[in-house]
C-alpha cells in the first residue's frame, strides 16, 4: 500500500519523502566528517584507548546528570550512538565530550531549568 501526499507541484509518496530526507541527513553527516577532517587530520601514532560499549556510556553520562537531565542524556547518546558509524572515532569522541561538558555545566542547569519552569512542563 502507497500512502501519497500532495504538495503545490505534485503528488509524492511518503516512501521518497523518507527517502528523500535519509539522503539529505546522509550527505550532511559525510559534509560534517569532511569538515571534520580537514580541521583534524587523523593522527600518526595512536595510542588504543580501553573499550566500552554504548550501554555503559550512557550509564557514566546519566549518573553524572541531575535526575531531571536523565531522558536528554538517553536521547543524545542514543543519536550519537545511531551516527556514529561513518564518522571518525575522534568525532564521535567529540561528541561524547561535548554531552559530558553539557552534563556538567551549571550554567545548562539553570537556563534548563529556567525554560521547563517558564513554560509549566517538565521533560519527563
Known sequence: MTISVTND???TSLAEARLSLLVRKALQIRQAVETFGR???P?????????FAWPE???QLTSLAPDELAPMV????????KEAQPKPPEMVLREILIIAATVLDEAFHEKW????A???TTMS
Open 113 to 116: 531549568h529556567e525554560n521547563w
Open 9 to 11: 507541484n505534485e503528488v
Open 74 to 81: 538517553r536521547d543524545l547518546v542514543s543519536a550519537v550512538r
Open 118 to 120: 517558564r513554560e509549566g
Open 43 to 51: 593522527l600518526l601514532n595512536r595510542q588504543p584507548m580501553p573499550v
Open 57 to 59: 556510556l550512557e550509564r
Open 39 to 41: 580541521d583534524w587530520p
